[in-house]
Structure formats: structure tokens, C-alpha cells
């Protein structure tokens, strides 16, 4: 008798899952940007903007604020970064069709100049340390709407470590809407030498946008 097969079963480590979930949304990377638009949909007006403005808005505008979007899909949060007043900002998704929206909406937004653009695998250690390693650091690390999508974030929290890509003093966010739950998770992780904070912000969405950042407990 042949042995079952294990071909078609993932683990949340197998490289190929990080793969097909790419290759799906370089497949579908014209109608996402159509359904987000280059502006953002109402729960990027609504929701998701509001929170992330009360989060970071005071970070960009610093002088010399170097702002990473990771996930960027067609950059709408790099281009939010560049009109917070940042004029460094480095948008990447793992997806080249991807990038190739964001580079258009960015050109057509005549940020040219403020936001650069490369191509990196968040759930690949490699592309990560290449990207330290040739990047550098940033003030401001972003993953907006992206971290359900990702096949692996142990990656990411090794590279965002002590002596990774967040600066000292950096701030890294993360925001994840849950719209089966009606609520909004945001995690801000900030990493400066040992230190380290969390911050948890939870709300229900309706309620959201009046809802102050706490740290250490949820709210709303
Ligand atoms: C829901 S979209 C969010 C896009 C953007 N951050 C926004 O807020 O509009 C998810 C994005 O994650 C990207 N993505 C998925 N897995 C990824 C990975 N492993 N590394 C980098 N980007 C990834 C997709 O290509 C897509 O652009």
C-alpha cells in the first residue's frame, strides 16, 4: 500500500505558501487597486487613516524622518507618509505588478522624488537582510492592511530586533482590521536599544476614530 501523500499540506513555515500568496496578489493587484482607488476606501478614510494620523503624523513631519511602508500594494500609505510631511520614504511589496501601481500613483501624485520603491518578500529573512544591509534604518517602519497576508511573520519580527531596521527611537505599526469582529487592532511596537514598549488600541470601528491610543491595555 503507497504511504498517504503530505504534497498537498502547508505549514505556516513551507516557502512555497509565502509564494502562492504573492502570486495571487500580483494576479489580482489591478482589481485591488481598483476597488481601493489611489485615495483609499472608506475604511481607509474613516478607520484606518484617522489612527494611523494619530500614531505617526507627529513622527513624519520630523526633520530627516525616514519612513519604510512595507506591504505598500499600490502605496497609498507611502503617499500618506510623504504628504505627513516625510520626504524619505521607502515603499516595498513582494509583488512586482504591485509595485509597479504604486510607482505609477506616485508619479501621477508628483512624489517622484520623495518615495523610492524595491521589492522585498516580508517573510523572507534574505530579502530582509538585504534591505537592512543596503537600506540602513528607519524612524518609521509601516505595515498597513498586510500582516493577514502574510505566510510568516517570524521573519519580520527578527529583522524589525535590536540592531534591525527600526532606528533608535523607531516606531514600527502595524495595523490590522478585523471586519469580522467590527474591531480595530493596531500594535505599535517601539524598539530603542533594549527598551521596548507595546501598544494595543482596540475599538469598536464605529467608534474608532474618537477613540485615543493607550498603552498597554485596550480601549474603546
Ligand atoms: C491588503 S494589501 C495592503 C496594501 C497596503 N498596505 C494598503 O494599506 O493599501 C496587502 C499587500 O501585501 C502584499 N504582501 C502579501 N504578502 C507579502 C509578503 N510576504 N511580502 C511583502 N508583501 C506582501 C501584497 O502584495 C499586497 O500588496
Known amino acids: 500500500m503507497t504511504a498517504p501523500t503530505t504534497a498537498n499540506t502547508t505549514s505556516p513555515t513551507d516557502p512555497s505558501l509565502s509564494a502562492r500568496a504573492l502570486a495571487s496578489w500580483s494576479t489580482n ?8 482607488t489611489a485615495h483609499g476606501n472608506k475604511y481607509w478614510r474613516r478607520l484606518q ?8 503624523a507627529s513622527v513624519l513631519s520630523q526633520p530627516n524622518c525616514r519612513a ?5 500594494g ?15 520614504v521607502l515603499a516595498t511589496d513582494g509583488s512586482d ?6 510607482r505609477g500613483h506616485c508619479e501621477a501624485a508628483g512624489m517622484v522624488g520623495g518615495v ?6 516580508v517573510a523572507s529573512r534574505e530579502d530582509l537582510r538585504a534591505l537592512r544591509e543596503e537600506e540602513g534604518r528607519f ?3 509601516l505595515m498597513n492592511m498586510a500582516a493577514m497576508d502574510v505566510a510568516e511573520l517570524g521573519p519580520l519580527a527578527e529583522g524589525l530586533a535590536r540592531g534591525g531596521l527600526l532606528a533608535k527611537g523607531g516606531v514600527y505599526v502595524r495595523l490590522v482590521l478585523s471586519l469580522w469582529t467590527l474591531v480595530l ?34 480601549c474603546g
Open 29 to 36: 493587484a489591478a482589481y485591488w487597486d481598483a476597488t481601493i
Open 49 to 56: 487613516e484617522p489612527c494611523l494620523s494619530r500614531l505617526l
Open 68 to 72: 519604510l511602508d512595507l506591504a505598500t
Open 74 to 88: 499600490n502605496g497609498l500609505c507611502a503617499r500618506w507618509m510623504v504628504r505627513q510631511g516625510t520626504q524619505d
Open 97 to 102: 505588478e504591485m509595485l509597479e501601481l504604486a
Open 116 to 121: 523610492r520603491f524595491r521589492r522585498v518578500d
Open 139 to 141: 524612524d518609521v517602519v
Open 185 to 218: 487592532n493596531l500594535v505599535q511596537v517601539c524598539c530603542h536599544g533594549v527598551a521596548s514598549c507595546v501598544l494595543h488600541v482596540r475599538g469598536v470601528a464605529k467608534h474608532r476614530p474618537q477613540v485615543r491610543p493607550c498603552h498597554g491595555r485596550p
